[in-house]
């Protein structure tokens, strides 16, 4: 493996832990020791929650094709679990909200170890039950546990900003810190403990199976709007409702849509742009320098959302934009090859370290099976900046959303944001092969741009909210210091 993976890897790492450990007083938020509790409890169940999924991700297309099925199959079991997640996920979002939060967490748990056992039958049926059970785990796992979060933080009464705090973390631990872990967990079961495919499904189970004992013996319940005289009708209006009433919601639900639906294609793609002439790439060393990205990104955020400016709306513009840019790297370097060449090489006589960067830690390959092209380490460090902006969304849109949508009908408003993006990534799923590689690189872009200008707008909006509500406030309390007529 080339110098330059290492170099990348060591280098993040090591912005890493220089901004963790630079943080003063000013990045941290005074908290009390019933909150950090409160906190700690909440991120070994997410860790433990994330732990069970992200074991399974890099085994599910390796296990259906030792099954022997190819890939219009698998694809189709791809396609069943977005599927799933679009047409069940509202449905389970709206009984969170209704039957309680707690009860919807068991029932993630139940639900994905379900899924993990179904893999240990090769029946395509079998597989594509674990498939849609898989589809209604993940509906639950991105709205359950954060509407749980929001509610009994507000409830126990604890700080408002102190959320920030705890989203970062869990982005941090969960989505970066955990992932590394759970795939070198899982390859250490199948290749050098020699289980085979099936064994991160059972540690996956294990680990669920240990989250829910905690969820049960440790959580309380909370609802979003309890009421007998609401069903589940009424619910998907009461949503729907809020979500075309108010800007703000259905714009931070077009944003959210924009930028995961994005952020899935890559996940399709960034293999097949690294590797055009099936280049000889470390997938797993790649994932995990992905996630180390991921948490700088979650660290960065962490220090923005602990200051009162900027902003969050503010900030997520720039972020959106320069997500953008990142992604239509490979369009520039599939497109335009000889300028894009040309530029790159003038970069490098003007840079003396990119240039020795390119000589002796690169090895451009034009053949077939040879290394990483130079125009391929310049996308794959582009693509972990969009990893980056990645780590700065997840808690931020979390922020935006604690914010903004309304409590009695959080987790169904949230899975109806996630109507649009599992239709996205089906569509994608199902015509991957039908459109150039630049197109859909090209398409992602453009929608990330569209957000960075949706989110510009969502701050307008914000903005005036806020001055309109500092204006009321402000009249009310005179109002009250004004002295009585006497008559």
Same mark, same amino acid.
Request: proline residues 3%.
């Given at each position: 493996m080339e110098a330059f993976y290492?170099?990348?890897?060591?280098?993040?790492?090591?912005?890493?832990?220089?901004?963790?450990?630079? +943080? @003063?007083?000013?990045?941290?938020?005074?908290?009390?020791?019933?909150?950090? =509790?409160? +906190?700690?409890?909440?991120? $070994?169940?997410?860790?433990?929650?994330?732990?069970?999924?992200?074991?399974? /991700? *890099?085994?599910?297309?390796?296990?259906?094709?030792?099954?022997?099925y190819g890939k219009g199959d698998i694809g189709r079991l791809f396609i069943a679990g977005f599927g799933s997640?679009?047409?069940f996920g509202t449905i389970v979002g709206s009984?969170?909200? +209704?039957? /309680?939060?707690?009860?919807?967490?068991?029932?993630?748990?139940?639900?994905?170890i379900l899924s993990c056992i179904t893999k240990h039958s090769p029946q395509f049926k079998v597989l594509m039950l674990g498939r849609i059970l898989g589809g209604i785990a993940t509906s639950l796992l991105f709205s359950a546990f954060e509407s749980w979060l929001v509610a009994e933080h507000n409830k126990r009464g604890f700080e408002p900003q102190w959320l920030s705090i705890t989203f970062s973390k869990a982005i941090?631990?969960?989505?970066?810190?955990?992932? &590394?872990?759970?795939? $070198?967990?899982?390859?250490?079961?199948?290749? @050098?403990m020699g289980f085979g495919p099936v064994a991160p499904f059972d540690a996956a189970a294990c680990f669920l199976a240990v989250g829910m004992? #905690? #969820? &049960?013996?440790?959580?309380?319940? @909370?609802? %979003?709007? *309890?009421?007998e005289s609401k069903d589940l009708l009424t619910q998907f209006k009461v949503a729907a409702s809020a979500i075309s009433s108010d800007e703000k919601?259905?714009?931070? %639900?077009?944003?959210?849509?924009?930028?995961? /639906?994005?952020?899935?294609?890559?996940?399709? $793609?960034?293999? *097949?742009?690294? =590797?055009?002439?099936?280049?000889d790439i470390p997938h797993g060393f790649i994932f995990a320098t992905f996630m180390l990205s991921s948490m700088l990104g979650s660290s960065v955020a962490s220090r923005l959302l602990a200051r009162p400016v900027p902003k969050v709306e503010s900030y997520m513009q720039i972020v959106f934009a320069i997500s953008a840019v990142t992604l239509l790297l490979p369009v520039i370097t599939s497109v335009c090859p000889t300028q894009a060449s040309i530029f790159l090489v003038t970069l490098c006589s003007n840079f003396d370290f990119i240039f020795v960067l390119k000589q002796?830690?690169?090895?451009?390959?034009?053949?077939?099976? /040879?290394?990483?092209?130079f125009a391929g380490s310049i996308q794959l460090f582009g693509f972990c900046i969009f990893e980056a902006c990645v780590g700065i969304f997840w808690p931020s849109i979390m922020k935006m959303r604690s914010q903004y949508i309304p409590e009695e009908a959080r987790s169904t408003i949230m899975n109806f944001f996630r109507i649009p993006l599992n239709i996205f990534v089906c569509v994608v799923l199902y015509n991957v092969s039908a459109f150039p590689m630049t197109v859909m690189f090209g398409m992602c872009s453009a929608f990330l741009l569209l957000a960075?200008?949706?989110?510009?707008?969502?701050m307008t909006v914000a903005e005036v909210h806020r001055s309109k509500s500092q204006d009321w406030i402000s009249l009310k309390e005179r109002d009250g210091e004004a002295e009585p007529l006497n008559i």
């Open positions: 290492w170099l990348l890897f060591g280098g993040l790492a090591a912005v890493v832990a220089a901004i963790e450990l630079s +943080k @003063n007083n000013r990045d941290r938020a005074a908290t009390s020791s019933a909150f950090n =509790s409160f +906190k700690n409890n909440y991120l $070994l169940v997410y860790s433990l929650m994330m732990a069970g999924d992200w074991l399974q /991700g *890099p085994y599910v297309y390796y296990l259906y094709s030792t099954y022997g997640s679009m047409l009984l969170a909200d +209704k039957q /309680g939060r707690k009860r919807a967490s068991v029932t993630y748990c139940i639900t994905y941090f631990l969960g989505n970066g810190l955990v992932a &590394i872990i759970s795939g $070198l967990f899982a390859n250490l079961l199948t290749d @050098n004992a #905690i #969820i &049960i013996s440790t959580w309380t319940e @909370n609802y %979003g709007d *309890p009421s919601i259905a714009l931070l %639900g077009a944003i959210q849509s924009l930028f995961e /639906g994005s952020m899935y294609t890559f996940v399709f $793609l960034w293999t *097949p742009a690294l =590797s055009p002439n099936d280049e002796y830690f690169i090895a451009p390959s034009t053949e077939k099976g /040879g290394s990483i092209s960075s200008l949706l989110q510009r707008r969502l």
